[in-house]
């Protein structure tokens, strides 16, 4: 079954082995060092570099409709034969905005909120970046959907970094 695979930075490769995703997408800042895994090539890796910001700020970059526009066009490109692994920093912000994402616009059938309820039920530190959830919302013509989704399920436990954790599709 297809899955969307979130860790953070730290556990790339035990992730990358352990669910044997063929597609990676990292959502970190510009300059970040990310060593792709051997497993993952080079095409089938997504690096988008912006800050975890949800307001434009001086000398940093905040996430902009052209890195939603390209993000929902890898995850619509993936072949789902294998799992994909999402990543950023710690594994809280961006990259569970991210999956979210993702499962919105590959299941656009899916109810947001039931969405939502599924990452905070696989993740207690999951906290999504608003900006990249409403700016995908507007993209997906969701009307609002998901970024109510998102803040129904509220802010995650305070944490260094995530827990490498898993959500299907097709659930």
């Not at 800042?29 to 001086?58: K, Q, S, W």
Request: charge should be negative; include cysteine.
């Amino acid at each position: 079954m297809p899955a969307v695979h979130v860790c953070p930075l730290s556990q790339i490769a035990p992730t990358v082995r352990a669910s044997g995703a063929r597609h990676m997408v990292s959502v970190i800042n510009e300059g970040t060092p990310v060593l792709r895994p051997a497993e993952i090539m080079a095409e089938n890796h997504l690096f988008l570099g912006f800050n975890d910001i949800v307001a434009p700020a001086d000398g940093m970059t905040a996430p902009a409709e052209v890195h939603v526009e390209t993000l929902i066009g890898f995850f619509e490109r993936w072949d789902r034969a294998a799992p994909i692994v999402v990543h950023c920093y710690a594994g809280i912000s961006r990259s569970t905005a991210a999956a979210f994402i993702a499962l919105c616009a590959l299941e656009p059938q899916r109810d947001e909120r039931e969405t939502a309820r599924a990452l905070r039920k696989a993740s207690r530190f999951a906290t999504p970046n608003s900006r990249l959830v409403a700016i995908a919302d507007r993209l997906l013509a969701r009307d609002g959907r998901m970024v109510a989704a998102i803040a129904e399920i509220g802010r995650g436990e305070d944490a260094y970094e995530n827990i490498p954790f898993v959500l299907p599709l097709g659930t």
